[in-house]
């Protein structure tokens, strides 16, 4: 299993229940945590400069955010099909 980075100085909390329907989420930033962890972490970009996170819940309950590691397989892209059949494409 790999190991999970969380990303520091960067909070996720319950949403009030009370809160209107359009707020999704709120989060703390720790300007000064959060600049050092960026600054430590600056490998982890992608070739746009992004580094992707995703808020988790933890087994206890608790909210976390960590470092999103997922790559795309290539293997998982479709195969180019005719766009037009043909009587020599059809193979019956």
Do not use: C
Not at 66 to 71: A, C, I, L
Not at 73 to 86: F, I, Q
């Amino acid at each position: 299993m790999e190991e999970i980075n969380f990303v520091d100085g960067l909070y996720s909390n319950e949403v009030n229940p009370k809160a209107p329907e359009f707020i999704l989420a709120n989060q703390s930033i720790h300007a000064e945590k959060l600049s050092a962890w960026l600054q430590a972490n600056k490998g982890l970009a992608n070739e746009k400069g992004y580094i992707n996170i995703t808020t988790k819940l933890s087994k206890g309950g608790k909210r976390y955010i960590s470092v999103d590691t997922y790559k795309k397989d290539d293997k998982s892209v479709m195969p180019e099909y005719p766009t037009a059949l043909t009587d020599d494409s059809i193979p019956f």
